[in-house]
């Protein structure tokens, strides 16, 4: 199935051997999740001010263990509780810069919606970045990992928000409720010893409260394309008031 910006790959129904004979009420369902995708992909687009380079491949498993075969992270199991996963696909398949994008939509559709706007992030993060960067033994000019997480989190929120309360949300006002003591440094996100989808997305907020959504956008696009420091963008956002993490962090916990 092609979308203006997406080679899309699906199972036909079981008792199906050609397009033609699809049932109606799934492919249905396959449209309404395209057209998030695009919209997802219109909205990125233009808040970020960048284009994808390649057509990502999307491939939407019907079982658990379809979407779990497809994986390539060093721990085969996946959660069932994950429901998409994105990825550049030249580490999976082939010598190609294309990127893939895995779903099994089987939530509520609101926190589909959610699921794919956040994976649809990852690939302009990895976009961005450039394959080469990928392919690097050191990973030389990657962002820190909480840095995708948190940015996907706080774009996807902010397109194709979950309006019912999750644990997420919870965690986010516990450590707003006691900042000196819940909220996390920048120093334990970089280490992996806080959530850096709840958390990370905090210093999104604050910023997006203090400079502006605007702002924020091109904060995003300043990390994953032009390949700044956080601490650098922010500094200079500050007209030079913050320069050190632990200002930041003071900055942060004050608002």
């Known amino acids: 199935y092609k979308s203006p910006h997406f080679d899309v790959y699906y199972a ?4 199906c051997d ?3 004979s699809r049932d109606p009420e799934r492919f249905k369902h396959l449209e309404a999740l395209v057209g998030h995708l695009e919209s997802s992909y219109d909205y990125l687009k233009t808040h970020l001010g960048v284009d994808l380079k390649k057509r990502p491949i999307v491939i939407i498993a019907r079982t658990h263990s379809a979407f779990e075969a497809l994986h390539v992270g060093r721990d085969p199991f996946i959660s069932e509780g994950v429901g998409a996963y994105a990825m550049p696909r030249a580490l999976r398949l082939t010598a190609s810069a294309d990127l893939m994008l895995v779903i099994k939509p089987d939530f509520l559709p609101a926190l589909n919606r959610t699921i794919i706007s956040h994976e649809l ?3 302009f993060q990895f976009d961005m970045i450039g394959i080469n960067a990928w392919r690097s033994v050191t990973g030389a000019g990657v962002p820190s990992h909480w840095l995708f997480e948190a940015t996907a989190d706080y774009l996807a929120d902010r397109f194709a928000p979950y309006t019912r309360d999750n644990i997420r949300r919870l965690s986010q006002r516990g450590a707003a409720a006691s900042p000196e ?3 996390p440094t920048i120093q334990m996100l970089e ?3 806080a959530n850096p989808y709840s958390m990370g997305s905090m210093i999104f907020l604050w910023l997006e409260a203090t ?3 605007p702002t924020v956008d091109k904060v995003v696009t300043a990390i994953f394309r032009d390949h700044e420091k956080l601490l650098t963008v922010v500094r200079d956002l500050s007209q030079g008031a913050i320069r050190t993490n632990k200002e930041l962090d003071r900055a942060h916990r004050d608002y």
Do not use: E, M
């Open 12 to 15: 036909l129904d079981s008792k």
């Open 18 to 20: 050609d397009a033609n």
């Open 121 to 123: 992030v990852h690939i």
């Open 181 to 183: 003591k819940d909220l």
């Open 191 to 193: 280490y992996g010893q």
């Open 211 to 213: 400079y502006g959504a």
